[in-house]
């Protein structure tokens, strides 16, 4: 065992399954680990390195605001976080037009509960099975999936949950103390499961007819990640709130909540000491211009179809499907996914599950083409080979 991975060992709370890796640099698409073995990351950090590890755009702005202003509660005004505020809802859909700056997605997440409830003095939320929404108290009452619920209770009162893609069951969940609907548009932690139009159009609609908030969940999928810039404008969506963070500063910890006309919150109501951070502003500044600048939604659209294509010619029998929206990629096996990810990590792929059965690839949008038709040999390779027998790893 390394020193780093002796030292972590020791210390760290065992909160997360780990990889026997230490990871020490990263360039655009590529890691490195402390014994110097390369890899090309189709994880990204779970989606937050959308325009690739140390770009230098974003290193540059980082360490100009370092020098200038390193901190900024929000009781000041500050250059920084009115020049993100400006740009982030510039790039969002149009009836957005006032945000709330968070330091992660289950931050974001939370604000938005809260905002709902403020806004419609009423309690409760419907949500979606499978769906996944953060750890924190509100955002884990929202997320569907039970293993991480046990023996957390009681958790936050007032949240159900209904099948993904049934509008009926929606609407038959909804009462006079519906505050909100709080749903993906692809759930990435539930398996890459991907909202039809048809569904979000009548969920959309009930909301409106009952007076429902409808709040957006795009933590994974914001920022250029399915082809748009927001996941939401595939289907034409106008949420009154929207959740994003992820790939909004290019790993760094920042978060969002983008808000209707219709969200009203008291002064004191909410807060965040190190939200709106004038570094981590910057960092999302130049984020959000690099995604712009060089069109990396065009991009997400072009490179997952083409690494799709090449998994569904391969005609892999353990490949039950292959979703996809952009460069968010599920793999939908008939076995487990756990032994194919170690087989691909041996191989210098590191991809991500999403569920027991699902292989997850969110690599950066700047992923070059001969790193990502790399991936998908390697992946073509592993996934026809009989299945490996080896240890799981998330």
Known sequence: MSESKEIQARFELEVYPKRDIT????????????????????????????????????????????????????????????????????IAPANLTRAFLC??????????????????????FVCAVRGF?????????????????????????????????????LASAITDQTAAVLLEVVQGEGGVNIGSREYFETVSQLCRERG????????????????????????????DILCVAKGIAAGLPMG????????????????????????MCAAAIATIQHLVSHNLALSAREKGAAIVARLRAAELEVVREVRQLGLMIGIELKTKAQPFLIELMSRGILALPAGPNVIRLLPPLTIPDKDLEAAADALVFTLGRPQPQRPSAD
């Open 23 to 90: 990871l020490v640099r990263g360039r655009n698409a590529r890691v490195w680990d402390s014994d110097g073995r390369e890899y090309i990351d189709c994880a990204g950090g779970h989606g937050t390195i959308s325009v690739g590890y140390c770009n230098e755009a974003v290193t540059a702005a980082v360490h100009a605001q370092m020098q200038t202003l390193t901190g900024c509660s929000g009781t000041f005004y500050n250059d920084r976080k009115a020049e993100l505020l400006e740009l982030l809802l510039s």
């Open 103 to 124: 330091n992660s997605g289950a931050e974001s997440i939370e604000a938005a509960l809260k905002f709902a409830r403020l806004t419609a003095g009423k309690t409760d």
């Open 133 to 169: 929404h953060g750890r924190t108290f509100g955002a884990l009452s929202a997320t569907f999936e039970p293993k991480y619920r046990e023996g957390l209770s009681p958790l936050v009162p007032g949240f159900s949950h209904v099948p993904f893609n049934n509008a009926a069951k």
């Open 212 to 239: 429902v908030l409808l709040i957006i969940d795009e933590v994974q999928t914001g920022f250029g990640r399915t082809g748009k810039m927001f996941a939401c404008e595939h289907f034409g969506i106008e949420p």
């Open 256 to 279: 969002a909540t983008l808000c209707s006309d219709k969200i009203t919150v008291a002064v004191g109501k909410h807060g965040s000491t190190f939200g709106g951070n004038p570094v």
